[in-house]
């Protein structure tokens, strides 16, 4: 197993998982992968486990702002190790989740969550990891919080923002300010 967690620079591995992607009979499971990751931006984010207390806030504040990442031509992928079938039933039964307009994949094998390095060391379960990969399968971003702290999904889009400028952001950046180069 990584012990290191995958960093600025490096690609992003290649995956292929199924993923539930939504709550319509017959239409709620598919295969997602890196092939699906090709040539747009995209947000991946981990959480612990399904049924839990901080988990449901972050999927939900991430659906909130699921516009807001298409606006900036991202896809928004959410990672747990619970399966397909975990994750359907925790949206069936969750009214928050019902709704979610991306896709939760099922890392059930731990193999992504391995190969990233995001996996807490005795609890054996995904950290609150966040990716920000370009269009090139490169990372260019990465924030990872401990099992109990909740991320801030403003922070992702402001990071992203900024990352799609391709130019130098202050500290404290935000969309429509100027950048150091202009």
């Given amino acids: 197993m990584t012990s290191r967690v995958l960093g600025i620079g490096q690609k992003f591995p290649e995956f ?29 984010f981990f959480w612990p486990l399904d049924f839990t207390f901080v988990c449901p806030t972050e999927l ?6 699921l516009n807001n990442f298409r606006d900036r031509e991202t896809q928004v992928l959410g990672v747990s190790c619970d399966s397909q ?3 359907l039933a925790w949206r069936m039964s ?10 939760m994949l099922a890392d059930n094998k731990k193999e992504l969550s391995e190969a990233l390095g995001v996996l807490h060391p005795t609890e054996k379960i995904p950290l609150r990891a966040t990716y920000i ?3 090139e399968g490169t990372v260019r971003w990465v924030s990872i919080n401990d099992l109990s702290v909740g991320r801030n999904v403003k922070e992702v ?11 130098l952001c202050p500290c404290n950046w935000e969309k429509g300010k100027a950048t150091l180069n202009g």
């Avoid at 939900?60 to 702002?65: G, L, M, S, T």
């Avoid at 969750?94 to 896709?103: A, F, Q, R």
Wanted: aromatic residues 8%; proline residues 5%.
């Fill in 85 to 87: 079938y975990v994750h």
């Fill in 94 to 103: 969750h009214p928050d989740l019902k709704n979610l307009g991306y896709p």
């Fill in 16 to 44: 292929s998982t199924q993923a539930c992607v939504s709550i319509e009979k017959g239409k709620e499971f598919q295969t997602m992968g890196s092939t699906q990751m090709r040539g747009k931006w995209n947000v991946v």
């Fill in 60 to 65: 939900a504040e991430f659906n909130k702002d």
């Fill in 133 to 135: 990969v370009d269009p």
């Fill in 157 to 167: 889009i402001r990071t992203l923002d900024a990352l799609q400028t391709d130019e």
